[in-house]
């Protein structure tokens, strides 16, 4: 299982962009699906997801301002970023979990991860 990511750049303060996620090699059992991001000198964090029953989380510093949805025919995951702030600034990553988690949007438990698309955001 490989997720690769794409759709990362620069724009200004208050734009928008959309990240994409391909999953290679999909499971067949997948408990859930999220974007993470990492600041420089921060720990990752996660950002949104989304699980096999279509319910979503989002961290609430995103929450009215980013979007999760998926593809699943095409094995495709999305992240549309609205409103974009300098503080979103940072390496976003696509993860996949196969196991129920009790916190999605925790990096520590996901069991495939991207190399990630850089997002930067100038204000």
């Known amino acids: 299982v490989q997720p690769v990511e794409s759709g990362g750049g620069s724009v200004q303060s208050g734009g928008s962009l959309r990240l994409s996620c391909a999953v290679s090699?999909?499971?067949?059992?997948?408990?859930?699906m999220g974007w993470f991001r990492e600041a420089p000198g921060k720990k990752r964090e996660g950002v949104a997801s989304i699980d096999s029953d279509g319910s979503v989380e989002y961290a609430e510093s995103v929450k009215g301002r980013f979007t999760i949805s998926e593809d699943i025919a095409k094995n495709m995951l999305y992240l549309q970023m609205n409103n974009l702030k300098a503080e979103d600034t940072a390496m976003y990553y696509c993860?996949?979990?196969?196991?129920?988690?009790?916190?999605?949007?925790?990096?520590?438990?996901?069991?495939?991860w991207g190399t990630g698309t850089l997002v930067n955001v100038s204000s």
């Open positions: 090699g999909y499971p067949y059992s997948t408990y859930s």
């Open positions: 993860a996949v979990a196969v196991s129920p988690l009790v916190d999605p949007l925790g990096p520590e438990n996901q069991d495939y």
